[in-house]
T-cell receptor, first 111, second 116 residues
Framework: RKEVEQDPGPFNVPEGATVAFNCTYS??????FFWYRQDCRKEPKLLMS?????NEDGRFTAQLNRASQYISLLIRDSKLSDSATYLC????????????WGLGTSLAVNP | DTEVTQTPKHLVMGMTNKKSLKCEQHMGHRAMYWYKQKAKKPPELMFVYSYEKLSINESVPSRFSPECPNSSLLNLHLHALQPEDSALYLC???????????????FGPGTRLTVT
């Protein structure tokens, strides 16, 4: 089993749609979780850190389910500019500096 | 402001050349990172500097040599590279833990390296 697994997609959705991505992680000792977005040929940009209680930033909501070892990202009212690859990232337990990256989920928002 | 800058943006070098990649951050972050990213793959960690000391080397070949001259600067010296080393090289820095104790990493725009 991979340490961090994501559905690679692609997800093709119309503008205004709600889309959800899930990510599972294998190490139950994991403590810190992140969603990054990456546009084609650009750097990853931190979208959200995922807190235990869940968190929301505008149209984006992140949730953590420790019992089932998954993280989710919900995007409401999708915009064309949301088209990107979304990377689920988990910090290596006991190491503040090392991250484990999922392979990413590709999202295309269509007019 | 979460800005990490990298130069050059693009670099083409031959296998016998020596070149350097540069990274700078002025956010007061005390950890800086080099990553390598190939197309359609996630970033792969190469090196980590913590408080200007090398703390992680992910078994990177010696043709890549990192240097941290001060807390704001990070260099990656390249020598005798191979064509398979062509990739996007990303620098990142990480903040002090936020109120939740989470270290967040912020990336520079990268240097796209082509080895001919």
């Amino acid at each position: 089993r991979k340490e961090v697994e994501q559905d690679p997609g692609p997800f093709n959705v119309p503008e205004g749609a709600t889309v959800a991505f899930n990510c599972t992680y294998s190490n139950s000792a994991s403590q810190s979780f992140f969603w990054y977005r990456q546009d084609c040929r650009k750097e990853p940009k931190l979208l959200m850190s995922v807190y235990s209680s869940g968190n929301e930033d505008g149209r984006f909501t992140a949730q953590l389910n420790r019992a089932s070892q998954y993280i989710s990202l919900l995007i409401r009212d999708s915009k064309l500019s949301d088209s990107a690859t979304y990377l689920c990232v988990v910090r290596v337990p006991g190491n503040n500096r090392k991250l484990i990256w999922g392979l990413g989920t590709s999202l295309a928002v269509n007019p | 402001d979460t800005e990490v800058t990298q130069t050059p943006k693009h670099l083409v070098m031959g296998m016998t050349n020596k070149k350097s990649l540069k990274c700078e951050q002025h956010m007061g972050h005390r950890a800086m990172y080099w990553y390598k990213q190939k197309a359609k793959k996630p970033p792969e960690l190469m090196f980590v500097y913590s408080y200007e000391k090398l703390s992680i080397n992910e078994s990177v070949p010696s043709r890549f040599s990192p240097e941290c001259p001060n807390s704001s600067l990070l260099n990656l010296h390249l020598h005798a590279l191979q064509p398979e080393d062509s990739a996007l090289y990303l620098c990142a820095s990480s903040s002090h833990p936020s109120r939740t104790g989470i270290y967040e990493q912020y990336f520079g725009p990268g240097t796209r390296l082509t080895v001919t």
